[in-house]
């Protein structure tokens, strides 16, 4: 996994420190900060939680074994492996 944010779009909401403080945090203006941008297995849900919650979607989550951020359950941050389902398929509504 590999977690990146886009310090151009965010907003300062700070939901991605609160959900994940392990991953983000936010600097002196708010702005967000990836502190671990390959957390390991037990920040991992936490980290794909936080970028489905972040209000100007300036952060992504990437799986190891693909090249584009990952879609499923937690909107466009959680790989279908990891919902349970084959890769390639998803289980949640669209």
Known sequence: MRVTADRT???GAGMC????PGVFD????GIVTVLEPHPDAEARTAAREAAALCPSRAL??????QQQ???GEFGSV?????AGAQPGTSSAPR
């Not at 959680?78 to 990891?82: E, G, L, T, Y």
């Open 78 to 82: 959680r790989a279908a492996s990891d």
């Open 60 to 65: 992504q989550v990437t799986e190891a074994d």
């Open 9 to 11: 779009v965010c907003i």
């Open 69 to 71: 951020p990952c879609e």
């Open 17 to 20: 420190a609160l959900t994940a």
């Open 26 to 29: 936010q600097d002196e203006d």
